[in-house]
């Protein structure tokens, strides 16, 4: 699986939630996976209620957003959340612009998670590095 998502953004993500710990090339690749398998989960689930309206756009409420937030405040790029966000779903669709900055929104939201939780791991295992194994990790013990 190719990954839409570049690894810069998620790295940022990633330190700002890790304090002073650094972070291993291969976290940033394995959040961003992560991302990107969230993403296209969550635009089937948002194509089947758009669906179910009558409609072939996403919208933003579609991803269960009602306020999107100023697309400038988003760490993560809005066209790569759109390439991810078509990746699983008939080609027939279209998503709003407000639709690709709340999925940015909610992914970004959940990166946050990931990565918070990876730091305190990667302190408890008494590295200094966020590494992939943190992210792994995460993802066996809370999903």
């Known amino acids: 699986m190719s990954v839409e998502l570049p ?3 998620v790295d940022e993500v990633i330190r700002r939630n890790a ?3 650094r972070v291993s090339a291969d976290a940033a ?9 969230r993403g296209a989960e969550l635009a089937v689930d948002a194509a089947a209620v758009a669906d179910e309206d009558g409609r072939k756009t996403l919208m933003a409420s579609d991803f269960g957003v009602e306020q999107v ?4 405040d988003l760490s993560l790029p809005v066209a790569p959340v759109d390439r991810i966000a078509r990746l ?18 909610v992914l970004e939201d959940y990166a946050d998670n990931v990565a ?4 305190i791991l990667a302190r408890h295992a008494d590295r200094r590095t966020v590494q992939a194994e943190d992210i792994e990790t995460y993802f066996e013990l809370f999903e």
């Open 29 to 37: 690749e394995e959040l961003a996976r992560r991302i990107q398998s």
């Open 7 to 9: 690894f810069a953004p």
């Open 88 to 105: 699983d779903i008939d080609d027939g669709y279209r998503v709003s612009m407000d639709a690709r900055i709340a999925l940015a929104d």
């Open 19 to 21: 304090g002073d710990l």
């Open 69 to 72: 937030v100023d697309r400038a």
């Open 116 to 119: 918070r939780a990876a730091a």
